[in-house]
């Protein structure tokens, strides 16, 4: 099985509380445990598209992998904007986790299934875009097409992890869809909008292409099962 949830925001110092989004975030991460725990198996894949750890340096977040490294199942991690502790893929892969892998310009087969994606960006008609920000919209487009292309091995579909979603602010899809478009993708999952963020969350089918949000406040912190094609 697959299952997806984003935004876990792990924080192993204590020191960053999430109740600002509201009293549903208290003890957050004991109940995103609990109910990994619970349901997914060994022989399972969890994508995780993003906000893993408030640590701001690699060696502040490494209990906090270690805690998902020890979860069942095998992970795909995905960098959000708030991962500042996020290094190069060797300096992640030198961590040793046995059970984790980092989603950068790459990309994984699991059983039938092509696993891409980026972090994404705001959306070009957002309030306040800059230049700068048109710049790291352009690039993390361009990163997607970049983990498409570097498919190696059998698969029957593409499955896309962003962070941001892929939707501008009008509710219209935005570029990372037009790639998506291009290359088949057929199923897509990104996280990143809380609480009155959930107002600008859209799922189902759009564009041929099924649509899941999976922010962890979203899902009541639960993980949730991404069927393909009924599987």
């Known amino acids: 099985m697959i299952w997806a949830i984003g935004d876990l925001h792990f924080d192993s110092t204590n020191e960053k509380s999430m109740d600002i989004f509201g009293e549903n975030w208290e003890s957050h991460d004991k109940k995103i445990v609990e109910n990994w725990i619970e349901?997914?198996?060994?022989?399972?894949?969890?994508?995780?598209?993003?906000?893993?750890?408030?640590?701001?340096?690699?060696?502040?977040?490494?209990?906090?992998?270690?805690?998902?490294?020890?979860?069942?199942?095998?992970?795909?991690?995905?960098?959000?904007?708030?991962?500042?502790?996020?290094?190069?893929l060797n300096k992640l892969n030198a961590l040793g986790m046995q059970s984790i892998d980092y989603l950068f310009n790459n990309s994984f087969i699991y059983k039938k299934y092509a696993i891409v994606g980026t972090r994404g960006w705001l959306p070009n008609d957002a309030e306040n875009f800059t230049e700068k920000d048109e710049k790291i919209l352009r690039r993390e487009v361009i990163r997607l097409e970049n983990s498409i292309k570097s498919i190696h091995g059998e698969h029957d579909e593409i499955i896309a992890i962003l962070h941001f979603p892929p939707f501008n602010s009008d509710g219209t899809t935005n570029e990372f869809v037009d790639v998506m478009k291009n290359y088949g993708v057929k199923t897509c999952i990104y996280a990143h909008l809380h609480a009155e963020g959930h107002n600008f969350i859209q799922e189902g089918n759009i564009d041929g292409i099924d649509f899941h949000c999976v922010s962890s406040d979203y899902l009541n912190f639960e993980l949730k099962q991404i069927t393909v094609n009924g599987e």
Do not use: C, M, T
């Open 39 to 88: 349901n997914v198996q060994e022989d399972d894949l969890v994508l995780l598209p993003g906000d893993i750890s408030w640590a701001l340096k690699l060696n502040e977040a490494i209990p906090d992998l270690e805690r998902i490294d020890k979860l069942p199942g095998d992970k795909i991690i995905l960098k959000g904007n708030h991962d500042y502790w996020w290094g190069s």
